[in-house]
Nanobody, 114 residues
Framework: QVQLVASGGGLVQPGGSLRLSCAVA????????MAWYRQAPGKPREFVAR???????AYADSVKGRFSISRDNAKNTVYLQMNSLKPEDTAVYYC????????WGQGTQVTVSS
């Protein structure tokens, strides 16, 4: 049974930074492209960033240049470094494989507000 446990969210002022982590329990991590998604209130879930098994990355235009995705295959963990945060980044952040076919975890709330 695969479990995705996201953590690291919180309340931060505009311009601040947060680092999210997602621990992946199960044997599927190392060979898979992993991704971060987010869902703001009243909006559909959207793609944020992805990282391939060989550390190739891609980002949504809205976060390019501000967010950075990375992974540690030894720890079965994927990270999202978020800098220069804006109020519009406020959302629940989730990790999943690219395509979102694994069971969704609980996510972690990120609130950007002064």
């Amino acid at each position: 049974q695969v479990q995705l446990v996201a953590s690291g969210g919180g309340l931060v002022q505009p311009g601040g930074s947060l680092r999210l982590s997602c621990a992946v329990a199960g044997s599927i991590f190392s060979g898979h492209t992993m991704a971060w998604y987010r869902q703001a209130p009243g909006k559909p879930r959207e793609f944020v960033a992805r990282i391939t098994a060989t550390a190739g990355t891609a980002y949504a235009d809205s976060v390019k240049g501000r967010f950075s995705i990375s992974r540690d295959n030894a720890k079965n963990t994927v990270y999202l470094q978020m800098n220069s945060l804006k109020p519009e980044d406020t959302a629940v952040y989730y990790c999943n494989n690219f395509g979102g076919s694994l069971p969704w975890g609980q996510g972690t709330q990120v609130t950007v507000s002064s």
